[in-house]
């Protein structure tokens, strides 16, 4: 059993309401993104991650700024077996006072992923589209992303000398995982991965591998699309497996709105959310990622009764 895979070119309403029904999960062909940039992203992310553990320092990520390198983020409060570049926009919030850009010293490397991160977020913006049209809504769903606060993440998983195994349960009794299970924040995340697999999605009770598809990204439903919907699609719990003898190469895109965004379900029949203010979430959800706050902040803090 595998994801949908649905085509951007001839993206059928129908098609798309399924998917994000049954999986919240589907591959994606007919992006138009070229070949070319794709390999050259995957091939400048290895090349960064490659660097010296002292240079990549050089920008680390810090409380103030979300925006760096980083190798001891936090998932469900345990430490992922991962490193990660986040490149993201200069707005900051009280907590995030010092919200910028670090740019490795690499040629070449700011243009390509600058390139890419245009790419992708033209390519979400199609999609929120189309997830508005396929819930029935007349608002235009790409408005709270006129000024945003998407981000781009370069994630490399190296190899690992204990991981879990494939079939482990939420969290393992034995051996690690690249990322621990959960639902991604934001509205979607559009997936660039290496030929190496290693995301899973939950569903049926069981994990299912998400295998690369070639001249596709993987693109996944997040929690802001599942308050749009009143839960009508499920934002999918995900999660990815290290590995003992390869490493691995991934680099999602990940819509979000403007802080001031307030969200809630697009209907007024029984709704199942108050409303959510973006900001003060995406600041709850970034604290516990970088250091052990408590539990996460989850939408279904929010839920009515």
Same mark, same amino acid.
């Given at each position: $059993?595998?994801?949908?895979?649905? !085509?951007? =070119?001839?993206?059928?309403r ?8 049954? +999986? ?10 070229? /070949? !070319? ?7 400048? #992310? ?9 240079? @990549? ?5 810090s ?12 998932? @469900?409060?345990? *430490?992922? +077996?991962?490193e990660?570049? !986040? ?8 907590? $995030?006072?010092?919200?910028? #850009?670090?740019?490795? /010293?690499?040629?070449g490397?700011?243009?390509?992923? #600058?390139?890419?991160?245009?790419? $992708? ?16 809504s007349?608002?235009d769903?790409? /408005? ?11 994630n490399? %998983?190296?190899?690992?000398?204990d ?17 621990s ?11 660039? =991965? ?28 997040? !929690?802001?699309?599942?308050? +749009?919907?009143?839960? *009508? %699609? ?8 290290a ?14 709105p ?15 959310? *108050? ?6 979430? *995406?600041?709850?959800? $970034?604290?516990?990622? %970088?250091?052990?706050?408590? =539990? ?10």
């Open positions: $059993m595998s994801i949908p895979i649905l !085509d951007l =070119q001839s993206l059928q129908e098609a798309l309401d399924k998917a994000c029904r049954e +999986w919240g999960f589907f591959a994606l062909r007919g992006h138009d993104v070229a /070949a !070319d940039l794709v390999a050259s992203a995957l091939t400048r #992310t290895r090349e960064f991650f490659s660097t010296p553990l002292a240079e @990549k320092n050089h920008i680390r990520r409380a103030s700024n979300p925006w760096g390198f980083y190798d001891a983020e936090l998932t @469900k409060n345990r *430490r992922d +077996w991962k990660i570049l !986040d490149i993201g926009p200069a707005i900051s919030t009280a907590r $995030m006072s010092d919200a910028r #850009t670090q740019w490795p /010293a690499l040629p490397f700011e243009s390509c992923l #600058t390139e890419l991160q245009n790419a $992708m977020h033209a390519v979400a913006l199609e999609l929120v589209s189309a997830l508005g049209e396929a819930l029935g007349t608002a769903l790409r /408005a709270p992303f006129v000024e945003h606060t998407s981000f781009l993440r370069l490399y %998983y190296p190899t690992c000398p991981p879990a195994p494939a079939d482990a349960d939420f969290t393992p009794a034995e051996g690690q995982l690249g990322i299970h959960h639902t991604d924040a934001g509205a979607v995340t559009v997936l660039l =991965q290496d030929a190496q697999p290693g995301l899973q999605v939950y569903r049926d009770n069981r994990w299912h591998l998400v295998e690369p598809f070639a001249d596709a990204f993987i693109i996944n439903i997040g !929690d802001i699309v599942q308050v +749009w919907s009143n839960d *009508r %699609y499920r934002a999918p719990l995900h999660r990815v497996l590995n003992g003898s390869v490493d691995r190469i991934s680099i999602p895109y990940f819509l979000n403007a802080y001031d965004y307030d969200y809630a379900p697009l209907t007024d029949a029984s709704p199942r959310y *108050r409303p959510i203010n973006w900001g003060e979430f *995406r600041e709850g959800r $970034m604290a516990g990622d %970088y250091a052990d706050y408590g =539990q996460e902040i989850q939408i279904s803090d929010f839920a009515l009764a």
